[in-house]
């Protein structure tokens, strides 16, 4: 049978992840080839060549270049002719026994251009050296000699030649990574007694023994255990990684004593994002090694992945699906980490504890969930990480019980049975909707929080010695130059004010008044007026309360945080208000659909004026028909000639009463306030 080298190559599979395998595979052969020789003195030196680069300046270090081939040199047996034929031999099985699937080589051509072979043996009393090129071509080898050589120690170099530049960006640059991947891979040898010296050579640098990496990386109380997985024997190595600076802990899943390939742990175990620190203070990662005869036998040819049967196959009773496999390694590892895992989950509680009471207790209802919640958060999670997770299973949950009143209010009752299971159910949906009821509430009420603080913060004093404009306080309570029917309750915090204040039928915010689409007006005036040295303007708005069929309006005038300047008749903010009341009962009025407004005798006025009591605007004050209030931060009164109820509230009682009425509510929900 012919084989058509060049479509083996091309039919052969090589992750660009995997830039290092064809290296493996040669150092795996070195390994064998040492085992085959049978000397204790057994060395693989991998010598690192990589690409010139030009110094910055003459008196700095010279960048390293990226990789671009390695050599690796052996002393075992050598290319014997019975080597070399298997070689030749495309799917060779001469190392069956290993697990060897006769391809390796062909990864060499997959990653690399060429690749150069020279090697010395004896074969009965005499002595060769064997040397040749190995390319993608029909032919493969190229420039094979074989000569006579002096008596010598046996040895084989393999020179990898050129990593095409699809793989190149997966070498890692740094050689001590290189030595950590090597380790992973190749670590059963490196626990077998007969294990030759694998040394990492790389130009200008020390050199790195990778038997001592691991040696000294691990914990001597390494584990060996059989673990029953459906009717096969699995053999689960456990180790302690205590050097290098990869944090993850992972499973290798081996076939033949050889990584095929390997996975974060911190995938399926959350709390195995990073390095875990054992009884003497020390970082460790955690990495488990599964063999098993099983995975011999479902390697693929590459050895880079198992045929695992997929997870909608009806699959016979002696085999194995990877969830299975999965599962069972997540149970064994759980159970070896036992004492990390619960130390983990103690702080990890503490923290969604301390989270949920001080800053996010609209999220108190999820705590009942709390083994789930911990499942779900990784440690050392932040806490703006720990409140989008913590809305997303909120969130979930709600949509759990909106479906649960679906079937409630389907439920077909027969019998006493039915009943019972239905009243069950029932209870737990009324625990569920109180629970996100208070969830919603506590959101709310930490809004309002925020609000108020962020209210008392414009009234501070800028940088520049000046107070804000009353623009940027009116702006929190509702937004300029809009009406309610652009505005969404949500977008207005009339509340602080008053909460009746939130029921409207309408609300027009620093709008001129022929624009308010109750009152047929034609003027041109807004509620707001512009002093004579320009820098200061009042901010009012209206609405029209819905109680009926006595229409009740209200004004609301803003005045500058601090502001004294009073002296005008015009400035008087209580005769401003007093203005408004005149030019709006002088209007026809009515409502959205065209009924009638009626504005007339019956008709009341409330008006909120909403200012710093100065000196001048208490003196203001006492020409009208207002009373101190007993707090000595406002005034009250009712002018029966324009049946209007006034209200002056100092910026200072607003942020006060406004808390007050807010810490009622945290109290109520019992939640710091």
């Not at 071509?137 to 420039?143: D, K």
């Not at 020390?282 to 693929?300: A, E």
């Not at 702080?347 to 779900?376: C, G, M, T, W």
Request: charged fraction near 30%.
């Amino acid at each position: 049978m012919n084989i058509d080298l060049l479509g083996r190559i091309k039919n052969t599979q090589l992750a660009f992840s995997k830039a290092l395998y064809p290296l493996f595979e040669a150092i795996v052969n070195s390994i064998y080839s040492i085992e085959e020789s049978g000397r204790s003195d057994g060395r693989v030196l991998i010598y690192i060549t990589r690409e010139e680069v030009l110094k910055l300046k003459a008196d700095e270090d010279e960048l390293k270049g990226n990789i671009v081939g390695f050599t690796i040199v052996d002393n075992g047996i050598g290319f014997t002719e019975e080597n070399f034929k298997s070689f030749q031999t495309s799917d060779s099985t001469i190392k069956s026994k290993r697990g060897a699937k006769g391809i390796g080589r062909l990864l060499w051509l997959k990653a690399f251009e060429y690749v150069k072979v020279s090697s010395t043996y004896k074969e009965g009393s005499k002595h060769f050296k064997r040397s040749f090129e190995f390319r993608s071509t029909a032919e493969g080898i190229q420039n094979p000699i074989l000569s006579d050589n002096p008596p010598s120690d046996s040895s084989t170099i393999v020179e990898l030649h050129n990593v095409k530049k699809n793989y190149q960006d997966y070498i890692p640059k740094g050689a001590d990574i290189i030595a950590d991947r090597i380790g992973e891979h190749c670590l059963s040898y490196f626990f077998i007694k007969s294990c030759p010296d694998i040394i990492l050579i790389d130009n200008g640098e020390p050199e790195i023994n990778i038997n001592n990496v691991i040696k000294e990386g691990t914990k001597e109380d390494t584990s060996i255990e059989t673990v029953k997985i459906g009717k096969h024997d699995f053999i689960f190595r456990s180790l302690k990684f205590y050097e290098g600076d990869d944090s993850k802990h992972k499973v290798h899943f081996c076939a033949n004593d050889r990584e095929v390939f390997h996975e974060n742990l911190g995938t399926s175990i959350i709390d195995l994002g990073r390095k875990l620190m054992d009884e003497d203070e020390r970082m460790f990662v955690f990495h488990l090694y599964v063999n098993s005869p099983y995975l011999d036998g479902i390697v693929n040819s590459e050895r880079t992945g198992f045929n695992f049967k997929e997870e909608d196959d009806d699959v016979h009773n002696t085999e194995l699906k990877k969830t299975e496999i999965n599962a069972q390694i997540s149970l064994f590892v759980k159970d070896k980490l036992q004492k990390y895992l619960l130390e983990i989950k103690l702080k990890k509680k503490e923290k969604l504890n301390e989270f949920v009471s001080s800053e996010a207790p609209q999220y108190r209802h999820l705590l009942k969930h709390v083994d789930v919640i911990l499942e779900e958060i990784p440690y050392g999670i932040t806490n703006e990480r720990l409140d989008i997770e913590l809305y997303k299973m909120s969130t979930k949950i709600e949509q759990q019980v909106k479906e649960k009143s679906t079937q409630l209010l389907n439920y077909d009752i027969d019998d006493p049975d039915d009943y019972e299971k239905y009243h069950n159910d029932f209870v737990q949906y009324l625990e569920d909707v109180n629970d996100i009821g208070k969830s919603k509430l506590s959101m709310y009420i930490i809004h309002r929080k925020l609000i108020i603080q962020l209210l008392s913060n414009r009234l501070k004093k800028k940088n520049d010695g000046n107070y804000k404009l009353e623009e940027s306080i009116h702006e929190i309570i509702f937004p300029l130059r809009t009406t309610s029917n652009e505005i969404d309750y949500v977008q207005q915090n009339l509340w602080i004010i008053d909460e009746k204040l939130s029921f409207h039928k309408y609300l027009a915010s620093d709008k001129q008044l022929r624009s308010m689409t109750p009152l047929k007006s034609k003027s041109q005036k807004r509620p707001d007026i512009v002093v004579m040295n320009g820098d200061l303007y009042d901010q009012h708005f209206l609405f029209v309360d819905s109680e009926a069929p006595h229409s009740s309006i209200i004004i609301i005038e803003f005045k500058r945080p601090m502001r004294s300047n009073l002296s005008k008749p015009e400035d008087d903010p209580i005769r401003q208000v007093y203005n408004y009341i005149r030019e709006i009962s002088s209007q026809a009025a009515e409502t959205e659909d065209g009924r009638p407004i009626v504005i007339n005798d019956s008709t009341r006025y409330f008006c909120y004026i909403i200012a710093d009591l100065s000196t001048e605007l208490r003196e203001t004050c006492k020409d009208h028909p207002v009373t101190l209030s007993p707090d000595n931060m406002g005034y009250f009164g009712y002018n029966p000639s324009r049946k209007a109820y006034i209200e002056v509230i100092s910026y200072d009682k607003l942020i006060i009463d406004a808390n007050k009425r807010n810490s009622i509510l945290f109290a109520q929900l019992g939640l710091p306030s």
